[in-house]
């Protein structure tokens, strides 16, 4: 089992930058598969960015050249840059792990969300 605890998220003015973090427990980290997801009132959770195991990275148009998805397996930990937020980007921001261990392949997890506040 993985469990997420995501956070860093609060209130920013248009263009500002916030970075969030996302610590994992338990083993397997550097097998997993790491995503930021959003969801904002009233609409589907979308994908943000992810980044596998071997630090390939993959964007949402809406994010790119503005958000930065890096992991530090050593400390179990995956973040998202984010910078020039749009009052747009407003939204609860939920990490999420594939696990990718003979355990847990292919199975989801995700952490309860950080809220992010970008006024305009």
């Known amino acids: 089992q993985v469990q997420l605890v995501d956070s860093g998220g609060g209130l920013v003015q248009a263009g500002g930058s916030l970075r969030l973090s996302c610590v994992a427990s338990?083993?397997?980290?550097?097998?997993?598969?790491m995503a930021w997801y959003r969801q904002a009132p009233g609409k589907q959770r979308e994908l943000v960015a992810r980044?596998?195991?071997?630090?390939?990275?993959t964007y949402a148009d809406f994010v790119k050249g503005r958000f930065t998805i890096s992991r530090h397996n050593a400390q179990n930990t995956v973040y998202l840059e984010m910078s020039s937020l749009k009052p747009e980007d407003t939204a609860v921001y939920l990490c999420n792990a594939v696990g990718g261990t003979s355990r847990d392949y292919g199975m989801n997890y995700w952490g309860k969300g950080t809220l992010v506040t970008v006024s305009s």
């Open positions: 980044i596998s195991t071997h630090g390939t990275t």
């Open positions: 338990g083993s397997g980290f550097s097998s997993n598969v």
